[in-house]
């Protein structure tokens, strides 16, 4: 198992710059995979970014090139670097651990919530 708990959203201007953290509760370094997710007022969760335990990332097209998402398994902690924020980036974000490969179990954090204001 794994706790994970997220900060840094807040209210930012369209345009600005948010760094989402995710503290883990033990050693990421052998987690499969730690992603960030997003969830709008109405609308489903989905998949922002992930990072797997060799380093390859997987973004949505929607932030290519806006945010950036990075692992430190020596602090164990995960962050999402947004850039170039958009109205449309407003959601709760999620911090996500899913263990082992083939393994269906997955935790989450409470979520933090980003505004972008227009």
């Known amino acids: 198992q794994v706790q994970l708990v997220e900060s840094g959203g807040g209210l930012v201007q369209a345009g600005g710059s948010l760094r989402l953290s995710c503290a883990a509760s033990?050693?990421?370094?052998?987690?499969?995979?730690m992603g960030w997710y997003r969830q709008a007022p109405g609308k489903q969760r989905e998949l922002v970014a992930a990072?797997?335990?060799?380093?390859?990332?997987n973004y949505a097209d929607y932030v290519k090139g806006r945010f950036t998402i990075s692992r430190d398994n020596a602090k164990n902690m995960v962050y999402l670097q947004m850039n170039s924020l958009k109205p449309e980036d407003t959601a709760v974000y999620y911090c996500?651990?899913?263990?082992?490969?083939?393994?269906?179990?997955?935790?989450w954090g409470q979520g933090t919530q980003v505004t972008v204001s227009s």
């Open positions: 996500n651990a899913k263990l082992h490969l083939g393994d269906p179990r997955e935790y």
């Open positions: 033990r050693s990421i370094f052998s987690i499969h995979v």
């Open positions: 990072i797997t335990s060799g380093g390859n990332r």
